[in-house]
């Protein structure tokens, strides 16, 4: 038996969450590039619950940050800080995971931990 889209969004969440609260535990570990990949997943997750609330399913990272972009910011339907904290955390996320002598240091990450969180939780309200 398949989840329902209900299932999946819940899921979605979910995942977000505890990918947030791993963020926080590299961070207090100072694994500051791998707390980046997790504040991007989190934002990520809980993105793609919002759009699968809405009907939306986009299949790439470019599809998901697109979609939402499109969708939710500039219809004005979510704040545009979110938008830009997204966009960021898909950059960062990318330069941390590809770019070679590339490492974040506390400066650039601690600041990106309450956007997110707040991200995660607008996108629970949203769509519970």
Not at 41 to 62: G, Q, R
Not at 83 to 109: A, I, P
């Amino acid at each position: 038996m398949s989840a329902g889209p209900r299932e999946w969004v819940e899921y979605r969440l979910r995942r977000a969450l505890e990918t947030y609260d791993d963020a926080l535990l590299l961070v207090e570990n100072q694994k500051w590039n791998s707390a980046i990949n997790r504040l991007y997943y989190a934002a990520y997750y809980a993105i793609s619950a919002l759009l699968l609330h809405a009907n939306l399913d986009p299949a790439t990272h470019n599809g998901i940050k697109s979609a939402f972009s499109s969708h939710f910011i500039r219809s004005g339907k979510c704040p545009p800080e979110m938008g830009r904290t997204f966009s960021q955390l898909y950059t960062w996320r990318h330069k941390g995971d590809y770019d070679d002598m590339f490492d974040f240091d506390g400066e650039k990450v601690m600041p990106y931990l309450a956007p997110t969180k707040h991200l995660i939780d607008w996108v629970k309200v949203n769509v519970v």
